[in-house]
């Protein structure tokens, strides 16, 4: 069963995440209930998707430098700038 939910998920995972974001928005207010969850949800994330990671896939990184590292900074530095300049934008209050 959970192999057919990670399925369902791995295949509408470009329609969720929008749908997500914009539920997010909209439910704020509930949301912000929540919001002390977020940094245990993240760890377990990391942790869990970690836990698959071998030693011998430390290799892509040997192979692929240029690419891993320019995805890390877009993630983790490119995004968030973009995200701030947007919500800067579009909110009266950004953050």
Do not use: C, R
Not at 3 to 26: D, E, H, R, Y
Not at 28 to 44: I, T
């Amino acid at each position: 069963m959970l192999q057919k939910f990670n399925f369902f998920i791995q295949k509408w995972m470009a329609v969720l995440t929008p749908l997500s974001l914009v539920l997010g928005v909209l439910l704020e207010d509930v949301g912000g209930h929540l919001l002390f969850l977020v940094p245990w949800l993240f760890a377990f994330m990391t942790f869990s998707s970690s836990l698959s990671m071998k030693f011998n896939d430390i290799k892509v990184f040997t192979t692929y430098p240029k690419t891993i590292l320019f995805s890390i900074a877009f993630l983790h530095i490119l995004m968030p700038i973009w995200a701030y300049f947007l919500s800067t934008l579009i909110f009266d209050d950004h953050y």
